[in-house]
């Protein structure tokens, strides 16, 4: 059984991809212990340079002295160029034409004033990544909670933290909360910015916050006390609780949209277009997903399925591409590689996604066909897909050393990497004979993290890193960047590895019709592991709080020199005279 296992197309393809990120973070590791070995040979350089200029004598010093004058001279400006006529009395200059002014390069063009982000706008951005984080908090401790209780499962009797209420918890806190808050503050950003303007309205954005704050609240609460929605996963909230969350985004689509019609530039930059779609969608779902007409039998299931990947989909994935089309190029400072397939990419995502919902129920009772359409549109899904994944890596290209010093890139090469494995491991689980072991068992558990988890919010994590010491003016702690990334990534490898080997074992199990406490003693140990990554995972997310909180705390840092140009500096300020004057 084994052997033909792996003569799989579907299996093989699934392993091929996970080892991609696996060799991705090896590479950077390597790239990055290579980085910090040479860092530790410049700083013992530096240890001697500093002991060397502690003992410099008068004579040097002056010597020194001379040196830098004759380095920072300059010729004044009628020896070389300039509007002054020219005269040179060291005979430098010959053969000068009356040429005024640069005849080669044409004028430059006068641009608009560049508006930049006010403080107002700054301050309500903050506000959504701080809720996000804050949300990412509880969420994630909760799904450690969750993951602790695969492996000790009398740890509570309560009914409040019971696992089937605090799964959903989980599910919506990270959904809602975490991804969605960060999602629009970010989108505050880049809407305004690529359309030049002030965003319309800053009072409607913080009415989103208050609504979408209180859809989290109030759905927290109520699922802890049992009131759900029945039914469906991620729309467990309760109509009211939902109808605050829409409320909160509708707001703010008016707002975007208005900001993007009253835009000064001629185009509608990739970003927006994303942006202001995924907000649409997001609506649209939301509402086929809670209108009662449809809500029974098959039909209910056909929307769950609709709606479960429209919102992983059309909500999240979209929004984040829109995002990565202005943070990334911004990020390595050049323009995105291709325009044009980034609206490829759109529209072919718009045709395939909204086919794919059906794929949740292979082998159910609804229509073959329908199942059929759902698969075949999982391997259209390649065109957007790899569409996407080359144009940030081509936009990437010429600029892959900066991986080695970039505490941000870092993050965009591992969601990037997760773009394309997440989503081609979810075509070939869309495949009937893969998705027949797979279906019922913690698979999909592990492809939800891969996708969820590497590719949004690692995606989120750059661009909260890219964007915060812009609005704040202050850097993160290198140093726990790289803890929070490396947690977070080797946490995640053994979350959805341990889940991948163990639920395929599981599954096969349960094919050869054995008996089903089996499979749980068999996911015992692998439980164990998810256990061990999550806690890495989760104590990451107390990490980043830690760098965010750096960089937005107003604490002034006292600065020690510690270069000699700074300590020669200091010096001088301290009206110490010795450098400049030597006897
Ligand atoms: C080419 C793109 C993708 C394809 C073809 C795909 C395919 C699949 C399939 C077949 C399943 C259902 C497994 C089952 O129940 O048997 C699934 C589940 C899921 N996928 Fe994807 N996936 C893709 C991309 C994504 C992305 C980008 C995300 C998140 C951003 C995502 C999030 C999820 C989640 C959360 C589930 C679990 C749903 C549940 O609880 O049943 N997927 N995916
Ligand atoms: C400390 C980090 C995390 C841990 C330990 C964790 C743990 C868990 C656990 C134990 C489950 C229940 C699985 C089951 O029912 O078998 C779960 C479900 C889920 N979690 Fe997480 N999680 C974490 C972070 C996240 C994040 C950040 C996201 C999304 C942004 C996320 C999205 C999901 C989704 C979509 C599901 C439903 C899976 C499915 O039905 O396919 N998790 N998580």
């Not at 400006?77 to 509007?83: A, F, I, K, P, V």
């Not at 200059?93 to 080669?104: D, H, P, Q, T, Y």
């Given at each position: 059984m084994n052997n033909s296992l792996f003569g799989e197309s579907g299996i093989q393809i699934t392993v091929f991809l996970v080892i991609i990120p696996i060799l991705a973070g090896l590479l950077i590791a390597i790239v990055k212990t290579y980085a910090v070995y040479q860092r530790l040979k410049s700083r013992r350089k530096l240890l001697e340079f500093e002991k060397k200029v502690k003992h410099l004598s008068p004579q040097e010093v002056e010597q020194y002295e001379k040196r830098r004058k004759e380095l920072e001279y300059h010729l004044p400006?009628?020896?070389?160029?300039?509007?002054l006529a020219p005269s040179d009395e060291k005979g430098i200059?010959?053969?000068?034409?009356?040429?005024?002014?640069?005849?080669?390069i044409p004028h430059k063009k006068s641009t608009f004033p560049q508006k930049y982000i006010s403080p107002e706008l700054s301050k309500l951005i903050l506000y959504f990544l701080g809720f996000s984080v804050l949300w990412l908090l509880v969420g994630t401790t909760v799904g450690e909670y969750l993951g602790i209780k695969f492996v000790a499962p009398d740890t509570d009797h309560v009914s409040w933290l019971s696992f089937g209420r605090l799964r959903p918890v989980h599910t919506n806190l990270v959904f809602w909360g975490w991804s969605s808050f960060a999602m629009v503050g970010l989108s505050y950003y880049v809407i305004p910015r690529v359309s030049n303007i002030e965003v319309f309205n800053l009072k409607l954005g913080y009415y989103t916050l208050i609504l979408m704050n209180l859809a989290v609240i109030s759905g927290t609460v109520s699922l802890m006390a049992g009131i759900n929605n029945g039914g469906g996963e991620y729309r467990e909230y309760i109509w009211p609780v939902m109808a605050l969350f829409a409320a909160g985004i509708v707001l703010s689509l008016y707002n975007f949209l208005k900001t993007v019609a009253l835009r000064v530039t001629k185009e509608i930059y990739v970003s927006n277009w994303y942006i202001v779609a995924a907000m649409m969608y997001v609506i649209v779902i939301l509402v086929v997903a809670y209108l009662p007409f449809w809500q029974h039998g098959l039909g209910e299931t056909i929307i769950q399925g609709y709606y479960m990947h429209q919102g992983v989909g059309m909500w999240f994935m979209f929004l984040n591409l829109g995002l990565m089309y202005y943070f990334l190029p911004q990020q390595l400072n050049r323009p995105i590689y291709s325009y044009s397939l980034g609206i490829l990419a759109f529209w072919t995502q718009i045709l395939f996604y909204t086919l794919?919902?059906?794929?949740?129920?292979?082998?159910?009772?609804?229509p073959w066909w329908m199942q059929t359409v759902a698969i075949v549109a999982s391997v259209g899904m390649v065109i957007p897909v790899v569409a996407g994944t080359t144009n940030f890596l081509l936009t990437f290209n010429g600029n892959w050393y900066q991986l080695k010093t970039s505490y941000t890139l870092p993050f965009y090469f591992i969601s990037i990497l997760f773009y394309f494995t997440g989503s081609m491991q979810g075509t070939v689980e869309a495949f009937r004979f893969t998705n027949l072991i797979w279906?019922?068992?913690?698979f999909t558990v592990a492809h939800s993290h891969m996708t969820m988890y590497g590719i949004i919010t690692f995606m989120l994590w750059a661009f909260i890193y890219t964007l915060v010491p812009r609005l704040t003016g202050k850097e993160p702690p290198k140093f726990w960047v790289g803890i929070h990334f490396w947690l977070a990534l080797i946490g995640l490898t053994f979350y959805i590895v341990s889940l991948m080997i163990g639920s395929t074992e599981k599954g096969l199990i349960w094919m050869a019709k054995k008996p089903f406490i089996e499979g749980v003693v068999t996911m015992a140990p692998y439980w164990l592991w998810r256990a061990i990554g999550g806690t890495m995972m989760w104590i990451s997310h107390f990490v980043f709080a830690y760098n965010f909180y750096k960089m937005v705390n107003s604490e002034v840092e006292i600065k020690i020199p510690a270069s000699p140009a700074e300590i020669l500096q200091a010096k001088k300020e301290l009206r110490n005279t010795e450098f400049s004057h030597p006897k």
């Open positions: 400006e009628n020896q070389l160029s300039g509007n200059i010959s053969n000068i034409n009356s040429i005024e002014e640069l005849r080669v794919i919902g059906s794929h949740h129920f292979i082998f159910s009772a609804i279906h019922f068992t913690d």
